[in-house]
């Protein structure tokens, strides 16, 4: 009996504590699962936040690219244009003044100029417009040297010659003038 008794009063004696290590182990348990779930909580938020913010710049970027693509689409035809307009102002400056006067060429070189006009026009409308050279300083991203000439009066690096008018569609640069640059005289 004595083995008994022992036993109960062991049982009475170890129950509380195995009951208190018990729930202190179950709420240690929980603490650290309830701050695993605020970890997760946390990441998860930042998680939404990076991707909120990745949807805006994809937004941001596609509605830059569809601007760009309205306002540039028509580029590629635009520099097909820029040779029309080019060979149309070369035959007209090939037109000697004594055939201007002549009864019978009148209504072709006025023909030829209204053209010249109407070209210029829509050119406006579709924002192209021409890059100024003549008198300018040197400018790289708009002009394209082809030669140096000796000059007296200019700058060196001031635009004397123009052999090609240089264009630009909107802010791009369609096509660089091809100029000649002032050097000084030997």
């Known amino acids: 009996m004595s083995d008994e008794k022992t036993e109960v009063e062991n049982e009475e004696m170890t129950g509380p504590e195995t009951g208190a290590e018990t729930a202190s182990d179950a709420a240690d348990a ?26 805006q710049n994809v937004r941001r970027r596609l509605e ?4 760009d693509a309205r306002a540039y689409a ?7 244009m820029l040779s029309v307009a080019d060979n149309l102002g070369r035959a007209l400056e090939a ?26 026009s829509v050119f406006g409308r579709h924002g192209i417009e021409k890059v100024q ?9 708009l002009h394209q040297a082809m030669m140096e000439i000796p000059h007296g009066e200019a ?17 791009r640069l369609l096509r660089p003038a091809l100029v000649g640059v002032a050097k000084k005289p030997d």
Do not use: C, W
């Not at 050279?133 to 991203?141: K, Q, S, V």
């Not at 123009?162 to 909107?170: P, S």
């Open 30 to 55: 929980l603490d650290a699962r309830l701050g695993e779930l605020e970890q997760e909580l946390e990441t998860a938020k930042q998680d939404i936040l990076y991707a909120h913010a990745e949807t």
């Open 64 to 67: 830059k690219e569809l601007s």
């Open 74 to 80: 028509s580029t590629a035809f635009a520099r097909d």
């Open 95 to 120: 037109i000697p003044a004594d055939l201007r006067e002549d009864e019978k060429f009148k209504g072709l070189v006025a023909g030829l100029e209204a053209t010249g006009r109407e070209l210029e």
């Open 133 to 141: 050279a003549l008198g300018e300083a040197l400018d790289p991203n």
């Open 155 to 171: 700058e060196p690096g001031t635009i004397v010659q123009e052999m090609q008018a240089g264009y630009r569609i909107k802010e």
